[in-house]
């Protein structure tokens, strides 16, 4: 990442660059960066842009990076969610990318990547490959609060907790519920809870913790809403499944931390997250069972099994898994 931010402060620019990960605000806004740097606001004579299917064809992509800038030192090509990191290219494209010329710069941007690929080890001799996962809380709450800093607005350390425990930690959504609270609290300098609770929706973090409440108090109408909620927000079930998993996982850990007559600081130094976030999983915790916090993490894992060997389709098998353990 800190060769990025290089190449976007000097012009010193590799031929080819791969973003990858999960996290769509930071591949969109360094794709951006990079457009802007490289060709600025209105230059479509030196810009070429091809994304899914369209991106297919190798040929087409070599014969343009072939082709001189038009009075400019350098052409761009964006290549976006082609597959080619998940699937066969031809040896030529593979050594085409460690040859290409220095007019050019071909950026990947990419959901998923295979390692092993021919093609990501062209791209990692020839150029660099940035992920761009899920950012740690510590890196999100400093991107947080110089966006609210540059807009004169102030937030408590507690109140940026419980905005994380609404938001999630996808900057997209984050940046959205930002957005909102800041044009909410116009004229005001300082966001507080009530108009987080005002304004904000609440995500899929506050889902899970919500259905895993449900499933402690063996209401299972209740969780079997809550996952229906989060599959109209377009949550794929394997995540669900994921933060299910972690949600247990997390507990059980909590649960040890307890009986060992661990304060509430410590267990959050011990789970490494805020203190407000670890009184409420240790108040969670209080609902279970540790033998069934360890059973339900089982489930949760004998139905990741089931999923990917394809005897269950991914939503019906979270859909048993919650059936199963609130019964």
Known sequence: ?????????????????????????????????????????EDSMNYNYFEGKEASNEKEI???????????????????????????????????????PDTVVLLF??????????????????????????????????????????EGKNITRRDMDILLERTGNDMDNINNELD????????????TSEDIDAVCTDQINGRIFDMI????????????????????LKEPPLRILFMVARQFGKLVQAKEYIDKGFAKAQIADKLKVQAFVAGKYMTQAGKFTKRALEEALSECADTEEGIKTGSLSDKLGVELLIVKCSS
């Open 62 to 100: 070599m014969a343009i990076a072939d082709t001189m800038p038009f009075f400019a030192d350098r052409r761009l090509i964006i290549v976006e969610n082609s597959g080619f990191f998940k699937s066969a290219v031809s040896d030529e494209f593979c050594d085409y990318i460690k040859a290409m």
């Open 180 to 191: 909102k609270l800041i044009a909410y609290t116009y004229g005001r300098d300082v966001i």
């Open 109 to 150: 941007v990419e959901n998923e990547v295979d390692k092993r690929s021919k093609l990501y080890k062209a791209v990692t001799s020839a150029g660099s490959a940035i992920e761009m996962g899920r950012q740690p809380d510590n890196m999100l709450i400093d991107w947080m609060i110089k966006k609210l800093a540059h």
């Open 1 to 41: 990442m800190q060769n990025l931010k290089n190449a976007l402060k000097t012009g010193e620019w590799k031929r080819v660059y791969l973003f990858f990960g999960e996290e769509s605000y930071l591949k969109r806004t360094y794709k951006n960066q990079v457009k802007k740097a490289i060709i600025g606001e």
């Open 213 to 232: 409440d449900a499933i402690s108090e063996k209401k299972q109408k209740r969780a079997l809403e809550l996952y229906g909620d989060l599959l109209q």
